[in-house]
């Protein structure tokens, strides 16, 4: 079948406010960042950047963080031959990067404006769909941070902004100075927090939401028993250790008959209830393969109905998940 049909078929959401048309689920690149994820394949990942176009995935989220900058040049290199308006390309900006390996916080007008040029090289485009902030930094003005973001949109270099990683009143405080229209938090049915408040107020205030981890880093595919162990970050998670994880892993599996009556995987019964929230415009899917990318396109476009779209998160509310934190203390 031809890629363009596929795509002239799969199904696009409004992302909130910024107008952008994009695939309801989003090809993610963290596991590019081997101190989270270890080494990962290359041609792996670029294949499976290319199926995704195929299949209709169009919305792709990567960010300098991730691999150092490693991320985005793969990123680049997969999508170099597509066409570009059909593309629409996130990356995330916060860290001052160290030669020994450390880094910082900087969203300072310079240091933001140094690394939106080096991920406009790296990604190979001369615009920036969505540009994120990936965190909050509480030293720079948030005054200096709106005004470089709508510097760097006025010319050109970039199309919308928003942020990552900001709880509702961070959000409220960089939006009075602003123009932000995007917010990317973590959020899957283990982990619900910004349901009390960032969620509603992305709703009211049509702020475009695209989720990240809607699969709990892998917890929620069905594809662990609970006897798993990891030699990536989640060996030290709470989440993927002991008791809870094999609670964990024995509800995901009781959601089984449910999927099979759906005729769905139990990734893609999880990934298309998660996408039922109405604040949940997007979905960023962690893809290492073509046959996970295969697996997230075929959620797109289901719904279960209301009942058991509560039974799955009755069957998966053990508890908040534990909040995964990186080498400056904040979250990925």
């Known amino acids: 079948m031809e890629p363009e049909i596929v795509r002239e078929k799969m199904e696009r959401v409004t992302l909130g406010r910024s107008g952008l048309s994009v695939s309801p689920v989003a090809f993610g690149t963290w596991q590019l960042s081997r101190r989270f994820w270890g080494e990962q394949s290359k041609s792996e990942a670029i294949s499976a950047m290319r199926l995704a176009f195929e299949l209709g995935i169009n919305f792709f989220d990567t960010a300098d963080a991730y691999g150092d900058g490693y991320a985005e040049s793969v ?10 308006d059909e593309l629409v390309v996130a990356t995330k900006f916060f860290n001052h990067f160290q030669p020994d390996g450390l880094r910082y916080p900087d969203l300072s007008p310079s240091h ?99 989720v990240y981890s809607p699969m709990h880093k892998g917890l929620l595919t069905g594809k662990y028993t609970g006897e798993e162990t990891f030699d990536d970050f989640r060996g030290n998670h709470p989440d993927f250790q002991g008791e809870r994880f094999r609670q964990l892993c024995q509800a995901v599996q009781l959601l089984r008959p449910m999927a099979d009556r759906y005729r769905l995987s139990l990734y893609q019964l999880v990934l298309a209830a998660t996408l039922m929230h109405p604040a949940v415009h997007v979905a960023i899917c962690g893809i290492k393969t073509p046959a996970q990318v295969t697996e997230a396109a075929g959620a797109i476009g289901k719904t279960v109905a209301r009942e058991d779209y509560f039974a799955i998160r009755a069957a998966l509310s053990l508890g908040q998940g534990t909040k995964v934190v990186d080498a400056t203390g904040t979250r990925k």
């Open 75 to 84: 990123l680049g290199e997969a999508l170099r031959d597509l066409p570009r």
């Open 112 to 210: 933001v404006t140094e690394r939106c040029e080096a991920s406009l090289k790296r990604l190979g485009i001369e615009t920036i769909d969505v540009c994120l902030l990936h965190f909050y930094d509480q030293m720079t003005p948030l005054a200096d941070i709106a005004m470089t973001m709508e510097k760097l949109r006025d010319q050109g270099k970039i199309r919308t902004f928003g942020v990552s990683n900001h709880n509702v009143e961070q959000f409220r405080a960089q939006r009075r100075f602003g123009d932000y229209d995007i917010s990317q938090p973590a959020y899957s049915f283990v982990d619900t927090e910004v349901e009390n408040a960032l969620l509603p107020y992305c709703q009211a205030e049509n702020i475009g939401v695209m």
